[in-house]
């Protein structure tokens, strides 16, 4: 496997000890899949711009007293071909290419085009993993049975993580038809924490967390911000989660519970404007921060 020096790799790293596969904990994969979009597209674009935007990401967290990066280096890699390959096939690819990464004792960090890419990380999670919670940042379900025919859509992705027996804990949702509300009401499994319901309870993270297994894998959709942080997605809705509640949601779970591994998807980048992709850049960056510094504990 190809892994990117400092013109391209995530963070600009100068240091070969610092971005090297052999020194890494976390690798970087960009999965830049994009079939099924439904409404704006360029999100096969999102993952290179969110690399690009990291190299403008201080070392020094600010938050966390360190600079992440001098304890858990990171490696990125060349991204995934999904030349010819949809659906299935795609999704298999992930799942392969990711479990390879988790057998050699990395932890992953995924960067992904469409959600769909999502089902592939956590089906290689679930192999290695136990008692595994999904924690889902996100303006829709994802719980559609099939979207225009397909079962492989970015808004069924949820839909085959539940058809796997996995506990969901959905975070941010505020767009949703009736059959996926239906199905939320049904499943014991599923526990979602609606954007409006949010705002009106001052304890719904320790209660989101509470509904978690021992080990975490997050799913951070972009279009689980308000829009007005995070312009650049494809399908963007109002009332979205702020940087500060969603820390506190991501700090609160890498305290309390096992987080494995996480993935980003759904950026958009936007002509002229960098904001969105800088802003998961850092996010990404923060993630890695907790991981490390609540694993010591």
Request: include cysteine.
């Amino acid at each position: 496997m190809k892994v990117l020096s400092t013109e391209h790799n995530f963070l600009g790293l100068e240091e070969e000890e610092l971005y090297s596969f052999e020194n890494a904990k976390y690798v970087i994969q960009s999965a830049p899949y994009e079939y099924t979009s439904s409404y704006l597209m360029g999100s096969a674009k999102g993952p290179e711009a969110i690399i690009k935007a990291s190299q403008y990401v201080e070392f020094y967290d600010e938050e966390l007293d360190m600079e992440t990066i001098r304890i858990a280096p990171v490696a990125t890699l060349e991204a995934l071909d999904f030349t010819g390959i949809v659906d299935k096939e795609a999704v298999d690819l992930i799942e392969r290419e990711t479990t390879k990464l988790l057998d050699l004792g990395k932890t992953v960090v995924s960067l992904g085009a469409e959600h769909t890419v999502t089902y592939g990380f956590v089906q290689a999670y679930a192999k290695k993993f136990d008692n595994l919670t999904v924690l889902q940042i996100d303006a829709h379900s994802d719980l559609r049975e099939s979207y225009h025919d397909n079962i492989y859509s970015h808004a069924s992705v949820m839909a085959r993580v539940k058809d796997m027996g996995i506990n969901l804990c959905q975070a941010g949702i505020r767009a949703q038809c009736i059959e996926e509300s239906n199905e939320i009401k049904r499943n014991p499994k599923i526990h979602t924490f609606y954007a409006h319901q949010i705002r009106n309870n001052s304890n719904w993270v320790n209660e989101i967390v509470g509904k978690m297994t021992e080990n975490v894998y997050i799913t951070i959709d972009a279009d689980g911000f308000d829009p007005s942080i995070m312009p650049a997605v494809g399908t963007a809705e109002p009332n979205g989660l702020f940087w500060n509640e969603t820390l506190d949601l991501l700090r609160e779970t890498c305290k309390n519970k096992n987080v494995v591994g996480f993935d980003i998807v759904e950026c958009a980048p936007m002509e002229g404007s960098i904001l969105s992709e800088y802003t998961l850049a850092k996010l990404a960056y923060r993630i890695m921060g907790y991981m490390e510094v609540f694993k010591k504990q």
